[in-house]
């Protein structure tokens, strides 16, 4: 899991050439005026966005990729994200949903938890878990994007 904040001039002095690229973009963009749903970023990535009312995480099934890389960045509100990094034992997920590139499990082994707060983004890399839209101090409504970003594009950004 990687973590930044584009609101830092620094930003991308860390990040795979890939995700500074991507994240780049993303700076250039209007986020908050940003129209719901699926959309290009630019040729082969997509990125979601969306709003929805933040919930408790007790209950919720943590979900893990393997043929993609997440980056979330949050636009709007304040949301926790519960998170592995530990190498998953795939015998408490439940079945891969290849067509979907998802798969689901109630417990985090090792779990982590990280604060977004607007212009903050967290990279998640395939087989980490991450349970996203948790509520912080009190429910909101958050506005965010998800950029699904190929696995074989990290090695040759």
């Given at each position: 899991m990687l973590l930044g904040d584009l609101s830092r001039a620094d930003y991308a002095n860390s990040l795979p050439p890939v995700f500074a690229r991507l994240c780049a973009r993303l700076k250039t963009l209007d986020l908050p005026n940003l129209p719901l749903?699926?959309?290009?970023?630019?040729?082969?990535?997509?990125?979601?966005?969306?709003?929805?009312e933040t919930s408790a995480a007790e209950g919720k099934q943590a979900e893990?990729?393997?043929?993609?890389?997440?980056?979330?960045?949050?636009?709007?509100?304040?949301?926790?994200?519960?998170?592995g990094v530990s190498q998953p034992n795939l015998s408490l997920y439940d079945d891969y949903?290849?067509?979907?590139?998802?798969?689901?499990?109630?417990?985090?082994?090792?779990?982590?938890?990280?604060?977004?707060?607007?212009?903050?983004?967290?990279?998640?890399?395939?087989f980490e878990p991450h349970k996203p839209g948790n509520t912080v101090v009190t429910h909101q409504t958050i506005k965010k994007l998800v950029v699904k970003v190929p696995i074989e594009l990290l090695g040759g950004a």
């Open positions: 749903g699926w959309q290009d970023l630019e040729a082969g990535i997509r990125m979601n966005v969306m709003t929805f893990m990729h393997r043929k993609f890389i997440d980056i979330q960045l949050l636009i709007e509100g304040e949301e926790m994200i519960e998170y949903r290849e067509e979907d590139d998802y798969q689901l499990t109630s417990a985090i082994e090792n779990k982590n938890e990280v604060i977004l707060k607007p212009n903050m983004f967290a990279i998640f890399l395939p």
